[in-house]
């Protein structure tokens, strides 16, 4: 893709990244719920400052430790009115791995989003298909070009996640 740089940026892979985005999130987290979604429902870093991209909490459970955890991630909205899907990406900003949340939903499909102004939304997750990711991919890019550069810096193919509301 033109103009996308091929490989990830130096230091993406750091532990200090690692700790940035972990602190980060839980930040947005606390702001989210403390502001009912008014304050933290736009992504706004990378592509995203141009051009927001709406956030939910998925709130999901430690596949392992069973601990319950609540994980702030971009969403496409699928659909219309309140049955609607809600699409996520276990992007992971291209790293080689697949986000813990991608594996917890995984073994536990069954979960609940907090959505801005709404309360817990129960939702089923599965990993979309082959056809539904080629529908939703050029979707999830538009919405977030980032994405894009995430599926160049990485060997894995990108997860897909479609939750539907129960």
């Not at 801005?116 to 999830?140: F, N």
Request: some cysteine.
């Amino acid at each position: 893709m033109p103009g996308l740089p091929d490989e990830r940026p130096p230091g993406l892979d750091s532990p200090w990244t690692a700790r940035i985005i972990k602190y980060g999130a839980k930040a947005q987290v606390k702001v989210f719920r403390l502001t009912n979604g008014r304050v933290g429902k736009y992504w706004r870093i990378g592509a995203g400052w141009k051009k927001p991209v709406p956030t939910l909490l998925l709130h999901h459970v430690g596949r392992k430790s069973g601990t319950a955890f609540t994980t702030p991630l971009l969403y496409l909205r699928d659909g219309e009115g309140p049955g609607a899907d809600l699409v996520i990406v276990a992007s992971q900003g291209g790293l080689p791995k697949n986000p813990q949340w991608f594996h917890n939903l995984m073994a536990a499909p069954d979960c609940e989003v907090s959505l801005p102004g709404r309360r817990r939304v129960p939702v089923h997750a599965h990993r979309a298909d082959p056809a539904e990711k080629e529908r939703l991919w050029p979707l999830l890019v538009d919405l977030y070009a980032d994405f894009a550069k995430y599926a160049v810096w990485t060997d894995r193919d990108i997860p897909v996640v479609v939750l539907s509301p129960r």
